[in-house]
């Protein structure tokens, strides 16, 4: 089954900016709503933005002003630039669809971590 590619992350300084990129198969992509989500150990997944097929977004409070979601439906990407970063903004990113199934396929990740 294609999954999903995330990459962009790295290490940055606190108030540094960060821009992610998704690549998504089209089975996943056609799905309206795609997202982004972040982990950190012990703590379960938890999406950061939302958007729709139209560009309509969502924001977690915890990034709200600071992320921008985007996509381009013509090449089945799904962008997150990062701007303000904190150190609590550290974990692994993800790209989706929203909301994810109970047993869905989900990429690497890419790791992002924000130095003090």
């Known amino acids: 089954q294609a999954q999903v590619q995330e990459s962009g992350g790295g290490l940055v300084q606190a108030g540094g900016s960060l821009r992610l990129s998704c690549a998504a198969p089209r089975s996943i992509f056609s799905i309206d709503r795609m997202a982004w989500y972040r982990q950190t150990p012990g703590k379960q997944r938890e999406s950061v933005a939302t958007i729709t097929s139209g560009g309509s977004a969502w924001y977690a409070s915890s990034v709200k002003g600071r992320f921008t979601i985007s996509r381009d439906n013509g090449l089945n990407k799904v962008y997150l630039q990062m701007n303000s970063l904190k150190p609590g903004d550290t974990a692994v990113y993800y790209c989706?669809?929203?909301?994810?199934?109970?047993?869905?396929?989900w990429g690497q990740g890419t790791q992002v971590t924000v130095s003090p």
């Open positions: 989706n669809k929203f909301p994810p199934g109970a047993y869905e396929s």
